[in-house]
């Protein structure tokens, strides 16, 4: 009897863990989407949702109340976990900026900060401020440290998977070899895991933006730099070391110029914001920033329209290439140059039918990102919320379980 006593037990955590995992994923569902999600019963979905509210660990929203909109018929009831369930951190480090931000597990921001951060700075002094964010916008939301489930760092960098440090060919050299995640930790006193910024842009339009609803998708930041993000089944994947995704050294001119990574030719020597920025400024004999190119070809300037063109080609070439390896459902891309619309589009899907073998492309929906800068801040946190398991939460799991 104790023998089955405890399977039961062991039973209803799991059932549990499901449930409380499909509410960190979605932010909020109904019951029937629950029930799909997991592959549970409506029923064992009632008992646990029950189980949920009465410990106070979830709530039931109106949709109608939720969407504004009028529904045929009776609208579902929708059930999130409750703001005192937990809260996640998100810290977003790129080129240029560093964002932190404060949502509870409902997928609502509650706090968030940012700043400009020069390109050169050290890690110390990025993670000093980073330090002091997270306290300022803990303070903001008027929230308690010590409900804090998880805290995801993203930095545009590789990150290698086994020993935690930032790997070599990273746009942050002060960043080289550091460990990330045991140098945060240290300075908030949680625990931290680090993602590569590309991989959090992947997660967050997956989750709130242009690829929701999707499962095999691929994100491409095409900025300073230009890295990728595979999602495949719905969840990241990073490869063996880490680096699963890099599409920016793709070597697509054997002789041409020299990349950070140390080979010639790689995507990210030709297509980047970067690259074409610093044609451009050839071209005119003046500096003209990423930012200046989209803004020139927006008010009809032929050559940064013309730059902007070829590296929509350059890109293509590469995508197409990843499609008929991986044959995602969808290519999505985020970062500054995603701003050139269909200057960059069009170009790009022109590429990707020609040198895709037509099984593999004929289908792929090739948008824009919808989240803009704060698609890296927004993954950070799903982060969190979508992959569970790397984060514990065990009173939503253990209350109520036996």
Known sequence: MERRSGALASLRAANRKLVVDALRARGMASRAELARATGLSRSTISTIVGD????????????????????????????????????????????????????????????????????????????????????????????????VIGVVMGLPAPIDRATGTVQDSSILPGWVGVDAAAEASARLGLP????????????????????KGRSDVFYIKV??????GIIAGGRLQHGVGGTAGEIGHTRLLPDGPVCRCGNRGC??????????????????????????????AKAGDSAAQRLI??????????????????????VIVGGDLSGAGDLLLAPMREAVLRNGIPSAVKDLAIATGVLGERAEMLGALALVMHEAERFQAPALIAEGAA
């Open 52 to 147: 949920l509210i009465e410990a106070g660990l979830a709530v039931e929203r109106d949709a109608a109340d939720l969407d504004g909109e009028s529904h045929a018929g009776r609208p579902p009831v929708m059930v999130s976990l409750d703001t005192s369930a937990g809260l996640a951190l998100g810290v977003d480090f790129g080129h240029r900026h560093l964002r932190v931000a404060v949502s509870d597990l409902a997928h609502t921001v509650l706090a968030e900060k940012w700043s400009e951060l020069d390109v050169d700075h050290s890690a110390t002094e990025g993670l000093d401020l980073a330090a002091e964010f997270v306290e300022q916008v803990l303070a903001e939301a008027g929230a308690d440290r010590n409900r």
């Open 192 to 211: 931290v895991e680090v993602e590569n910024d590309a991989n959090l842009g992947a997660l967050a339009e997956l989750v709130w933006g242009a690829a």
């Open 223 to 228: 900025s300073t730099g230009i890295g990728g």
């Open 267 to 296: 995507l990210e020597t030709i297509a980047s914001s970067r690259a074409i920025a610093n044609l451009l400024s050839e071209s005119r004999r003046e500096e003209v920033s990423a930012r200046d190119v989209l803004d020139l």
């Open 309 to 330: 063109a070829d590296s929509g080609q350059a890109l293509g070439l590469a995508i197409a290439n990843l499609c008929n390896l991986l044959n995602p459902e969808a």
